[in-house]
């Protein structure tokens, strides 16, 4: 009889973690929706801001030992040396050879007619996808195909909250 006792306080436990958790989220939730939702929350820079204090708050539980990560700031192995990759200049020289090659035998016509309609599909607000593989099936390169999407949607930068 004390194990089942036992397993209802515990059940009741979880729920009243449960329904506080949700509680919480709820009124964030609301913080949100009045700031007039996401989208301008962002723009008020609030996400930058919250996720920025909570960094501050977990490093200050670090520095205060309070909070800890193994492997790091404790139960460090000492004598551990981390490996630094190191690329070979001459396996970089052959890739960009590599790519020199591509660029000169692929269908340059090709590639920018994917690259338009990749441009097309973000402004109507089109799916991508279709557009993408096209792109990547003609040899567009991933630099110019964040190029023909930066023309479209520009570069978002964040604003500076202090």
């Given at each position: 009889?004390?194990?089942?006792?036992?397993?209802?306080?515990?059940?009741?436990?979880?729920?009243?973690?449960?329904?506080?958790?949700?509680?919480?989220?709820?009124?964030?939730?609301?913080?949100?929706?009045?700031?007039?939702?996401?989208?301008?929350?962002?723009?008020?820079?609030?996400?930058?801001?919250?996720?920025?204090d909570a960094a501050y708050r977990l490093?200050?539980?670090?520095e205060r030992g309070e909070r800890h990560?193994?492997?790091?700031?404790?139960?460090?192995?000492?004598?551990?040396?981390?490996?630094?990759?190191?690329?070979?200049?001459?396996?970089?020289?052959?890739?960009?050879?590599?790519?020199?090659?591509?660029?000169?035998?692929?269908?340059?016509?090709?590639?920018?007619?994917?690259?338009?309609?990749?441009q097309a599909a973000a402004r109507e607000?089109?799916?991508?996808?279709?557009?993408?593989?096209?792109?990547?099936?003609?040899?567009?390169?991933?630099?110019?195909?964040?190029?023909?999407?930066?023309?479209?949607?520009?570069?978002?930068?964040?604003?500076?909250?202090?």
């Open positions: 009889m004390r194990a089942r006792s036992i397993r209802w306080a515990a059940a009741w436990f979880v729920e009243a973690l449960t329904d506080e958790v949700e509680a919480q989220a709820e009124a964030y939730f609301r913080r949100i929706e009045e700031l007039g939702g996401v989208v301008p929350a962002i723009e008020a820079g609030f996400f930058q801001k919250e996720i920025g490093q200050q539980e670090y990560i193994v492997g790091v700031t404790r139960y460090v192995e000492e004598d551990e040396e981390i490996p630094i990759l190191v690329i070979d200049p001459a396996k970089e020289q052959a890739q960009r050879q590599a790519l020199a090659r591509l660029r000169a035998s692929r269908d340059q016509a090709r590639v920018e007619e994917a690259l338009r309609r990749v607000g089109d799916n991508l996808m279709p557009a993408l593989i096209d792109a990547a099936l003609a040899y567009a390169t991933l630099g110019e195909t964040v190029a023909a999407l930066k023309a479209v949607f520009g570069v978002y930068s964040e604003p500076v909250i202090l």
